[in-house]
């Protein structure tokens, strides 16, 4: 089992900036060559969205099109934590923010991710 633990979340102003946090515990990413990590979102009466995901071998990443540019997504190996680094931070980015890990082959979908974190409430004030 994995267990995810997310952290960062908070309240910012148009245009600022946080870093959310993704720590493991129990099996660690590494454990399955082909894990992946990802970050999804969900704002209030809205379906559960991807934002980025990294894969734990070969680093590739993704990200939804609406964040490239503003967000980045990185890992620390020897802490088996992938973070989130978020800026210029908009209204329409307000949302619970998940960290998912998994072994599916498409970064993108919710199938692929076995794990789940309980969700850290971001909020970006107008």
């Known amino acids: 089992q994995v267990q995810l633990v997310e952290s960062g979340g908070g309240l910012v102003h148009t245009g600022g900036s946080l870093r959310l946090s993704c720590a493991a515990s129990?099996?660690?990413?590494?454990?399955?060559?082909?894990?992946?990590t990802g970050w999804f979102r969900q704002a209030p009466g809205k379906e559960r969205e991807f934002v980025a995901a990294?894969?734990?071998?070969?680093?590739?990443?993704y990200y939804r099109d609406s964040v490239k540019g503003r967000f980045t997504i990185s890992r620390d190996n020897a802490e088996n934590t992938v973070y989130l680094q978020m800026n210029s931070l908009k209204p329409d980015d307000t949302a619970v923010y998940y960290c998912?890990?998994?072994?599916?082959?498409?970064?993108?979908?919710?199938?692929?991710?076995?794990?789940w974190g309980q969700g850290t409430q971001v909020t970006v004030s107008s």
């Open positions: 998912a890990a998994g072994w599916g082959t498409n970064p993108y979908s919710r199938n692929t991710y076995n794990y």
């Open positions: 129990g099996r660690t990413f590494s454990t399955f060559s082909s894990y992946v």
């Open positions: 990294i894969r734990w071998t070969g680093g590739s990443i």
